[in-house]
């Protein structure tokens, strides 16, 4: 009987030391990947409406993505321009570069000439994308105004779906051309003598999204359609940077892969950024590692065969400028805790691959605040999380070993737990630690190592987790939101941190050299 104890303990001890979870991750600052762009913390935004029966809710419920939640001028919380201000704060807080708009989906119904001069004259039509009516008194001196006091770049998609490629020049230059023409000198007439010099526009959104997409095209209609609109707008102002819509619908053949090479064949010449859109995609959140593993290497994959799509295209068509990719539409959407490690894993995922990815845009603005019908906008963990990076991961995107157990789903093999990127910053000498704990039950310690140099000064690790995953955040808890700080303890060159279960933490230190 003892013996077997004996057995049992020691089968035991075995099985906890063959899971036991150490790990190494090497930085060395000299294995640069590229620059991080401060556009990929962009976000997106367009009035998506829903009603009640579309949410599953009784008919009367009816929510309004801008009008009534972040745009309301009878609201005692709206600037002078009829902004939410909860909102325009926390963009400042997030240091929100850009903001692509005016959709997404609406904005290939859209008429941006409806949305101009004094409102009381605007048309009111149907939402044709998402249902109800719109007012258009978010227009496009209104979004401009919006992005002024945010601070961030306006980013206009024009409308290659139902539009016309006329409307498309005519926007350009009611943006941008200093005057003495038509729409130039409706601008001034409206308020805004000056150009708004609007430097990146969209060609179309989800343009290959047969199901959805109003004016949807095939991959030879677009890029003839994009062409000329390129040819067009470029002719009211040269200097404006194009984003080529690429493929959106990931019908399981793969003819998105082909809609990339076509789009990149026939306008790569145009372009600047070629779109990609992804919203997490790991399955049902009951299913944890399916969830975190597929979501993530899925993300990954697209940004990698996306990026090789690219680099091919370029070399068969010698084309002379770089074209990067632009994520302009990403995001997940659970209102606990299981949005928050997806949004830092795609966030890893643009850190990871700088020196293609060169814009991105949060979908939506205003679920980067969560809100309480009854009290009102808080920051949840999805803020702390978005603002850890875009605060802190602005410099060089720097290589990372990692050597550390890894998982498995039905679909990917060898998922590594720790989901790693570092960034660092020749003007502070700072090096910032991004690690993602995917396991679900078990703390991971790892030794982070930098190959170039000791670390100096005191570290600091910011963490962000919950206990209940599926909790959803409420209003009464945003005190516990707040990410906790700790001191992360090294010495000379090796920093050794246990990286709690299901968890992000960001680890910040100083080189000494
Ligand atoms: O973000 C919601 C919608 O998702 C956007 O309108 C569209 O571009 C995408 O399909």
């Given at each position: 009987m003892k013996k077997n104890i004996?057995?049992?303990?020691?089968?035991?001890?075995?099985?906890?030391?063959?899971?036991?979870?150490?790990?190494?991750?090497?930085?060395?600052?000299?294995?640069?990947?590229?620059?991080?762009?401060?556009?990929?913390?962009?976000?997106?935004?367009?009035p998506i409406h829903?009603?009640?029966?579309?949410?599953?809710?009784?008919?009367?419920?009816?929510?309004?993505?801008?009008?009534?939640?972040?745009?309301?001028?009878?609201?005692?919380?709206?600037?002078?321009?009829?902004?939410?201000?909860?909102?325009?704060?926390?963009?400042?807080?997030?240091?929100?570069?850009?903001?692509?708009?005016?959709?997404?989906?609406?904005?290939?119904?859209?008429?941006?000439?409806?949305?101009?001069?004094s409102k009381d004259q605007r048309p009111t039509r149907i939402n044709l994308a998402w249902g109800g009516k719109d007012n258009n008194h978010v227009g496009t001196d209104e979004w401009m105004k919006l992005n002024k006091s945010i601070g961030s770049e306006n980013v206009v998609a024009v409308n290659l779906g139902l539009g016309s490629i006329l409307d498309a020049a005519y926007w350009v230059e009611y943006c941008n051309y200093k005057g003495g023409t038509y729409y130039s000198d409706l601008r001034a007439k409206n308020g805004h003598a000056a150009p708004y010099n609007v430097k990146i526009w969209d060609l179309g959104n989800e343009v290959d999204g047969l199901p959805w997409e109003l004016g949807h095209k095939n991959?030879?209609?677009?890029?003839?359609?994009?062409?000329?609109?390129?040819?067009?707008?470029?002719?009211?102002?040269?200097?404006?940077?194009?984003?080529?819509?690429?493929?959106?619908?990931?019908?399981?053949?793969?003819?998105?892969?082909d809609w990339n090479r076509k789009v990149l064949n026939g306008i790569g010449d145009k372009i600047d950024y070629l779109s990609i859109h992804r919203y997490w995609e790991g399955g049902s959140p009951d299913n944890y590692y399916a969830y975190m593993g597929d979501g993530a290497m899925d993300f990954d994959e697209k940004i990698k065969i996306v990026a090789g799509q690219i680099a091919t295209a370029s070399v068969q068509n010698d084309f002379k400028h770089p074209i990067h990719l632009s994520v302009d539409e990403w995001g997940a959407f659970a209102r606990n805790f299981m949005a928050v490690l997806p949004i830092a894993q795609c966030l890893n995922s643009f850190i990871r691959h700088a020196d293609v990815v060169k814009m991105a845009n949060f979908t939506m603005l205003t679920s980067l605040l969560s809100n309480d019908p009854k009290n009102g906008t808080f920051k949840s963990p999805v803020f702390y999380t978005f603002k850890a990076f875009s605060n802190n991961c602005i410099g060089t995107s720097v290589d990372?070993?990692?050597?550390?157990?890894?998982?498995?789903?039905?679909?990917?093999?060898?998922?590594?737990?720790?989901?790693?990127?570092?960034?660092?910053?020749?003007?502070?000498?700072?090096?910032?630690?991004?690690?993602?704990?995917?396991?679900?039950?078990?703390?991971?310690?790892?030794?982070?190592i930098s190959a170039s140099g000791n670390f100096s000064g005191k570290a600091e690790a910011s963490i962000v987790n919950s206990d209940d995953l599926k909790a959803p955040f409420d209003f009464a808890s945003q005190a516990q939101y707040i990410p906790v700080t700790k001191e992360a303890k090294f010495s000379g060159n090796k920093l050794t941190y246990t990286f709690p279960p299901h968890s992000f933490t960001q680890i910040k230190a100083s080189l000494a050299r």
């Amino acid at each position: 009987m003892k013996k077997n104890i004996l057995i049992l303990l020691l089968a035991l001890l075995l099985g906890s030391t063959a899971f036991a979870q150490n790990a190494t991750i090497k930085i060395d600052i000299d294995r640069t990947i590229g620059e991080i762009d401060p556009n990929i913390y962009g976000v997106f935004m367009e009035p998506i409406h829903f009603n009640g029966a579309r949410m599953g809710l009784p008919d009367s419920v009816d929510f309004n993505t801008l009008y009534g939640t972040l745009y309301d001028p009878a609201s005692s919380k709206a600037n002078e321009d009829g902004f939410i201000k909860d909102y325009i704060d926390a963009m400042k807080e997030l240091k929100i570069t850009n903001m692509r708009w005016p959709g997404g989906n609406f904005l290939m119904g859209y008429d941006w000439k409806d949305g101009i001069g004094s409102k009381d004259q605007r048309p009111t039509r149907i939402n044709l994308a998402w249902g109800g009516k719109d007012n258009n008194h978010v227009g496009t001196d209104e979004w401009m105004k919006l992005n002024k006091s945010i601070g961030s770049e306006n980013v206009v998609a024009v409308n290659l779906g139902l539009g016309s490629i006329l409307d498309a020049a005519y926007w350009v230059e009611y943006c941008n051309y200093k005057g003495g023409t038509y729409y130039s000198d409706l601008r001034a007439k409206n308020g805004h003598a000056a150009p708004y010099n609007v430097k990146i526009w969209d060609l179309g959104n989800e343009v290959d999204g047969l199901p959805w997409e109003l004016g949807h095209k095939n991959a030879d209609d677009y890029v003839e359609t994009a062409r000329e609109a390129a040819k067009a707008m470029k002719a009211v102002d040269p200097s404006i940077k194009l984003v080529g819509s690429g493929s959106s619908y990931y019908e399981p053949t793969g003819k998105w892969i082909d809609w990339n090479r076509k789009v990149l064949n026939g306008i790569g010449d145009k372009i600047d950024y070629l779109s990609i859109h992804r919203y997490w995609e790991g399955g049902s959140p009951d299913n944890y590692y399916a969830y975190m593993g597929d979501g993530a290497m899925d993300f990954d994959e697209k940004i990698k065969i996306v990026a090789g799509q690219i680099a091919t295209a370029s070399v068969q068509n010698d084309f002379k400028h770089p074209i990067h990719l632009s994520v302009d539409e990403w995001g997940a959407f659970a209102r606990n805790f299981m949005a928050v490690l997806p949004i830092a894993q795609c966030l890893n995922s643009f850190i990871r691959h700088a020196d293609v990815v060169k814009m991105a845009n949060f979908t939506m603005l205003t679920s980067l605040l969560s809100n309480d019908p009854k009290n009102g906008t808080f920051k949840s963990p999805v803020f702390y999380t978005f603002k850890a990076f875009s605060n802190n991961c602005i410099g060089t995107s720097v290589d990372t070993y990692v050597s550390c157990d890894t998982f498995g789903t039905a679909q990917y093999r060898g998922i590594p737990y720790l989901d790693v990127t570092a960034v660092y910053s020749k003007e502070t000498n700072k090096i910032v630690v991004n690690v993602i704990n995917r396991h679900q039950d078990k703390a991971i310690t790892a030794d982070v190592i930098s190959a170039s140099g000791n670390f100096s000064g005191k570290a600091e690790a910011s963490i962000v987790n919950s206990d209940d995953l599926k909790a959803p955040f409420d209003f009464a808890s945003q005190a516990q939101y707040i990410p906790v700080t700790k001191e992360a303890k090294f010495s000379g060159n090796k920093l050794t941190y246990t990286f709690p279960p299901h968890s992000f933490t960001q680890i910040k230190a100083s080189l000494a050299r």
